[in-house]
């Protein structure tokens, strides 16, 4: 009879155990569906785009990834034990941590480009230096032709008057001598 009841409960006790198992198990991926379920994306200024996720220990990163920045590729803020980290990554893949108290969720790529001490591309700014000075030159040509333009319209009109005027004279004498 005690080897009926060992041969029974040592398969009840195995079973009791799975059943513990699967619920350990289901209860871990609750968990992390609810951790994976707390990620959201949302589109940000200067055409970005900005994704938040939570993990299980309460970690809060939020990645700002730049569409058409030429400076920056991502700025990465993660919160963690209220410790708030900045990372920026260059479109050639250099990470720097910045300390900035900026929301570089919100600033312009170029601010944040600027913290980080990301450089421009040298070429590029010259070539919008030369462009704005060209532009200028144009501007300044434009306004002396129109000013030229005008006085010349002015004096041509004096000119044409003075003509006429003269032209009258004239006529009046060749009347008086021709009676």
């Known amino acids: 009879m005690t080897k009926k009841i060992c ?13 513990c198992s699967t619920a350990n198990q289901t209860a871990n991926d609750n968990a992390n569906a609810n951790a994976t379920a707390q990620a959201t994306t ?3 200024p200067d055409n970005s785009e900005i994704s938040t996720s939570v993990d299980a220990s309460g970690t ?12 920056i590729q991502k700025v990465t803020v993660t919160t963690r034990n209220g410790v708030r ?9 250099e990470e720097k941590v910045v300390d900035t108290t900026e929301n570089v969720l919100e600033a312009t790529g170029d601010k944040v480009a ?16 030369a462009g704005d000075k060209a532009e200028d030159v144009k501007d300044k040509t434009v306004s002396t032709s129109k000013a030229v333009g005008e006085k010349t319209v002015e004096g041509a009109k004096k000119v044409g008057d003075k003509t006429v005027s003269g032209a009258k004279k004239v ?3 060749v009347k008086k001598v021709i009676p």
């Open 7 to 19: 041969l029974f409960t040592i398969p009840l006790i195995a079973a009791l155990g799975i059943g």
């Open 42 to 44: 949302s589109p940000g």
């Open 60 to 71: 809060r990163t939020e990645t700002r990834t730049f569409r058409d920045n030429p400076r």
């Open 85 to 93: 980290t900045v990372k920026v990554t260059s479109k050639s893949g």
């Open 114 to 129: 600027d913290a980080a001490g990301f450089v421009a591309d040298k070429s590029k700014k010259a070539a919008n230096e």
């Open 171 to 173: 006529g009046k004498a």
